[in-house]
């Protein structure tokens, strides 16, 4: 892209009543928009018919003619033209949230080498437990994950204003946006110049 600045996605996962994921979006989205190498979309799963039940033919070998709703086409046209993601996920048991994992098994090409960051929020463990799970499906998919992630453990008590307490989580953020950067631009003049074998 000109001036090497990269569409990064930012994906809300949580739909839940009351959830917190909205607030880091909007903190995250400022930072990334700070760092000035992106170009910055946020996509909030509570705004998207996501079903939860797929049909029988896998997306991997349906291509452009998978049967996906109407009401989900904002989220594969964001998807298709990102270069980059960060994955904003709360950890539910352990785990991340059923609204995110249908988002994804309803794509496959959209992800395929290309970059992945995190950043989570939970109680004691920060959500860390929900992105173990959520580094395995996206690997599964031929997505390529960014080892330094944000998370935010007790975020009920760590954010005020809609922002973090912590004075070095934009130091944290940085680190992840330089190396999503990076990545990104890695990935995006390898898919120009070879397709990827998958």
Do not use: C
């Not at 930012?10 to 880091?24: L, T």
Request: hydrophobic fraction near 45%; charged fraction near 15%.
């Amino acid at each position: 892209m000109a001036n090497d600045t990269y569409k990064l996605v930012v994906i809300v996962g949580s739909v839940r009543e009351g959830r917190f994921g909205p607030v880091v979006a909007s903190w995250v989205a400022e930072q990334a928009a700070a760092h000035g190498g992106f170009e910055v979309e946020v996509v909030d799963l509570a705004g998207i018919d996501v079903p939860l039940s797929l049909p029988a033919v896998s997306p991997k070998y349906a291509g452009d003619d998978y049967p996906r709703p109407a009401g989900m086409a904002p989220l594969t046209s964001a998807l298709e033209s990102a270069d980059a993601f960060i994955v904003i996920t709360p950890e539910y048991n352990h785990s991340y949230p059923a609204s995110l994992k249908a988002a994804i098994d309803w794509h496959f090409t959209q992800w395929t080498a290309k970059p992945v960051a995190f950043v989570s929020y939970g109680g004691a463990a920060g959500g860390r437990h929900a992105v173990l799970h959520l580094e395995n499906v996206l690997t599964e998919l031929h997505a390529v994950t960014v080892r330094d992630g944000l998370a935010f453990p007790n975020y009920f008590t760590a954010w005020q204003d809609g922002r973090p307490l912590d004075p070095e989580a934009p130091v944290y953020a940085k680190t992840l946006l330089e190396q999503l950067f990076w990545w990104a631009g890695a990935l995006h003049s390898a898919r120009g110049t070879t397709p990827y074998p998958v």
